[in-house]
């Protein structure tokens, strides 16, 4: 393909050239030329501006010259990769050889069965399986996802649902990567699939109490929930009834059901607003009623157990607050306080048992577990060892038990299941994932707070190998996400001990766009403040290297998806922070993107960054947008990743940024673009195949670290 990416400077083939013989990466017959991306013109229009964008012709996914520019844009990477090959199998070795070739998931009981997954030696995906009554009992496999995913490059079993009386299976599949999935039923009596199955559906099914209706969502042409239908298994899904169709483009749905198992919950949900309906199971050709109408900005999340409604919200509750409503009084005006406001406590989550009330909650930077038992106020917090963790309750179908089960890890501690007897406080660890060599003792982790640039102090959670920083500043990755409200816990990771025993630190920074701090911490990053997600996590990088943790040609820094949109903002503000940048199906064409209602989660998230349509929110957009901001100045040494069938970041963004790059940037740094073809936002599926993946990226820092093996 023709290009005019390189007017009036240096052959950057020269240029590459120099760069990969000074630093020893390649033989001089094997140094390939960078792909060259056709240019043409398009210009974009709005508030009395033009945009000039020409490398948008790679949003076309059917035009041949598309793939052939992304297959072009892998070989290049593999070969500018190549010396790195014995590193990243050594790589792969160390991560395979942390995986157990043969696991199981800790069973859990629900309605007289024993359920639980388990892997097979050298096998990548899991069977679900099921005993009667007892463990000790005949062992039914009910998907074998190793048969179901032979001939597919990609494979994913989405939500599984046991009808009432235990004899059908609802399950999706998704073999693109798309999100895609179509929904089957399994008799579990016979092991033969009934003969529907329906597409672009969510993944997932309800059942009602009659073993013979499931609800669904059906996804529309951009990936958002918009229909509710109801399906009579063994009838063709060209029967289905429509049942709720949502039109507000900003709202997707989603169905569950109450703990009770009495209801069916039909739940539309936008960034800032939430309206349930809800419908006795037992009564699936009745309509559902609606819980609370929703309040632009009034947030609920609802269960049910012993006779009445449990309601999270932030009614008049930053933080958020816990009520209860019985049924027939639903309406806000209706609802009774039981958990209040805490200005220091975000309460993000509850568990309903029948003597027992289960809070998360966020405070202090992390999460905590408390128990309320039946007529107590206050309750008790259950203790943890760790200084930096993350704690999550695993589910515990039946409500009946003073049993609870939560999942545990910290930086230094593997994964562990542990249950918890809410009555006597004894716990006793069910299962701990076994790590072959890796000894806890040999880690050290520390909890660091960053001044921001406005004074804020940022909360940093860092993990290395004893003796890491005993030499002075030493190589370190800089993890980073900080939107959606989402916390980044600072849990284990068994592939990152491969950085950590050749010398790397690993840093987490919690930084605004998060809910590490509160409901506050996410609503200081998001929309007209975005800003200070990117500026904290320079921050960040700039107190660690003021610290002699690292220095700036050591640092290196990570994100995925909004975390690359954050990777991509930090270079353009501060690329001589960085000596190599990670930067995974990055979210970095946000001005365009958001002006596309056609694209997957474009209409639900105008809360979360703002609809340029309007021209304040496109101004501030606008200074931010990696993409858009682009100039021409020396960048750190980048490896960004993509899917094809990326559902969540559109491939073409980081091909895009990468083409725009590689024109504007005035640096001899590598800069690698790698795009699997058959998979989409969580890259390769499997549980050894990603490793793959990962293993490249580890090889590109290891390397630029001057760290061979």
């Not at 000596?579 to 995974?584: E, F, P, S």
């Not at 365009?592 to 101004?619: C, H, K, Q, R």
């Amino acid at each position: 393909m023709k290009s005019t990416r390189f007017p009036s400077r240096r052959t950057a083939a020269g240029i590459i050239l120099a760069a990969f013989l000074a630093a020893g990466f390649l033989q001089a017959q094997e140094i390939p030329r960078p792909p060259a991306a056709e240019k043409i013109r398009k210009e974009l229009a709005i508030h009395g501006q033009t945009r000039v964008d020409e490398y948008y012709w790679l949003n076309e996914r059917a035009n041949p010259k598309v793939v052939e520019y992304l297959k072009a844009e892998n070989a290049y990477a593999e070969a500018v990769l190549k010396p790195t090959e014995s590193l990243q199998e050594k790589l792969v070795a160390e991560m395979n050889g942390r995986i157990q070739p043969t696991d199981m998931s800790v069973p859990y009981f629900e309605n007289g069965y024993w359920y639980y997954t388990r892997f097979e030696a050298g096998r990548d995906y899991p069977l679900l399986c099921r005993k009667a009554k007892t463990l000790q009992g005949r062992e039914e496999i009910l998907l074998d996802g190793n048969k179901m995913a032979a001939g597919t490059s990609y494979f994913q079993i989405g939500g599984t649902a046991v009808s009432p009386d235990n004899k059908i299976l609802a399950y999706g599949v998704d073999t693109l990567s798309r999100r895609q999935y179509k929904l089957r039923f399994k008799n579990l009596k016979t092991g033969k699939t009934y003969p529907e199955e329906i597409p672009m559906t969510a993944g997932y099914a309800v059942w009602a109490d009659d073993n013979k209706t499931v609800f669904y969502p059906v996804i529309d042409d951009s990936l958002r929930s918009y229909k509710i239908f109801r399906h009579a298994v063994g009838a063709p899904a060209s029967a289905d009834v429509e049942i709720y169709h949502e039109e507000d483009p900003t709202f997707a749905l989603g169905l569950d059901k109450s703990r009770s198992k009495k209801y069916i919950f039909l739940v539309a949900s936008s960034t800032l607003t939430t309206e349930y309906r809800f419908l006795e199971a037992a009564r699936p050709l009745d309509g559902f009623a609606v819980f609370q109408p929703r309040t632009r900005g009034l947030e609920y999340n609802v269960d049910h157990l012993g006779g009445v409604f449990t309601i999270l919200t932030n009614d008049q509750a930053r933080n958020f607050r816990l009520m209860e409503a019985d049924p027939g009084r639903t309406a806000r005006g209706q609802w009774r306080e039981v958990i209040p406001h805490r200005d220091d406590v975000y309460l993000t989550g509850f568990h309903l048992f029948d003597d027992f009330l289960v809070l998360r909650e966020q405070k202090g930077g992390l999460s905590h577990l408390r128990v309320i038992p039946k007529g107590e106020k206050e309750g008790y917090d259950i203790p943890f060892p760790d200084k930096a963790y993350m704690v999550f309750a695993a589910p515990t179908p039946e409500p009946g038990t003073a049993l609870l089960r939560y999942h545990y890890n910290s930086l230094t501690t593997p994964p562990a299941v542990i249950e918890f007897n809410m009555k006597t406080r004894e716990s006793s660890i069910l299962k701990s994932q076994d790590v072959p060599g890796f000894n806890p003792d040999d880690y050290a982790t520390e909890r660091l707070s960053a001044p921001a640039y406005d004074g804020t102090l940022v909360p940093i959670s860092v993990v290395y190998r004893k003796g890491a920083r005993d030499k002075g500043p030493a190589p370190l990755l800089l993890y980073g996400y900080g939107s959606y409200g989402y916390s980044t816990d600072p849990g284990f990771n068994a592939p990152r001990i491969s950085l950590l025993d050749r010398g790397f630190l690993v840093a987490l920074a919690h930084i605004r766009g998060g809910s590490e701090i509160g409901r506050s911490w996410y609503e200081d990053g998001k929309l007209l403040k975005k800003m200070n997600t990117f500026t904290d996590f320079i921050s960040c990088g700039e107190f660690l290297v003021r610290h002699g943790y690292t220095a700036p040609d050591r640092l290196f820094a990570q994100g995925g998806s909004a975390g690359g949109l954050l990777m991509g903002a930090v270079v353009n503000l501060r690329p001589d922070l960085f000596k190599g940048i990670l930067a995974g199906v990055p979210f970095v064409d946000v001005v365009t993107t958001m002006l596309d209602d056609s694209i997957p989660l474009t209409t639900s998230e105008y809360d979360e960054w703002g609809n340029p349509a309007d021209p304040v929110f496109y101004e501030y957009m606008m200074t931010y947008s990696p993409y858009d901001n682009v100039r021409p100045k020396a960048y750190p040494a980048m490896l960004v990743t993509t899917g094809l069938h990326d559902s969540q970041v559109q491939y073409w963004e980081p091909a895009k940024w990468v083409a725009r790059l590689r024109e504007i940037k005035t640096d001899d740094h590598i800069l690698l673009l790698k795009t699997n073809l058959d998979a989409g936002h969580g890259g390769a599926s499997g549980r050894f195949r990603s490793l793959r993946e990962k293993a490249v990226q580890y090889a590109f820092i290891l390397d630029l670290a001057g760290i061979k093996e």
